[in-house]
């Protein structure tokens, strides 16, 4: 039975084993995850799809995390999603106001912290809590 029904997450991960490892680890706690390598690719599935998160890695190639999330915004194609980026990045450019995890991540914490921020999309709430946790390699 799925812990997390309902809850659609976007997962931008330029790194395919981390984007298959994390993907597996979050299907298996009942999410149901969209997974693609770059920030162009996460665009354009925020256009044509609504996402209760979106988890972003701050380093891809082309185009970062923070300027996905700023044309998101711009083009009005966030909806409701919380964004999380993760990053190892040491001072990641754009994400001031965004919460922002550090790498390397601690699994567990992890997953209780997109439980906590998606909660309210699986307890059907319209407004879900907003912040910004980063996912990204070195620089």
Do not use: C
Request: glycine share 10%; no cysteine; net charge negative.
């Amino acid at each position: 039975m799925s812990t997390n029904p309902g809850v659609r997450i976007l997962f931008v991960e330029d790194n395919e084993e981390i984007r298959e490892a994390l993907s597996t680890v979050l299907e298996g706690e009942g999410y149901a995850v969209d997974a693609v390598g770059s920030a162009e690719e996460g665009l354009s599935r925020l256009r044509g799809r609504t996402y209760e998160l979106l988890l972003t890695d701050y380093s891809l190639p082309g185009e970062t995390g923070a300027w996905m999330v700023a044309r998101a915004r711009e083009e009005a194609v966030l909806g409701g999603a919380v964004v999380l980026m993760v990053t190892a990045h040491p001072d990641p450019s754009g994400t001031e106001g965004l919460r922002v995890i550090r790498k390397p991540l601690d699994l567990a914490e992890f997953l209780r912290e997109v439980a906590e921020v998606t909660a309210p999309a699986h307890m059907g709430e319209t407004q879900p809590a907003r912040g910004i946790l980063a996912l990204g390699a070195t620089p």
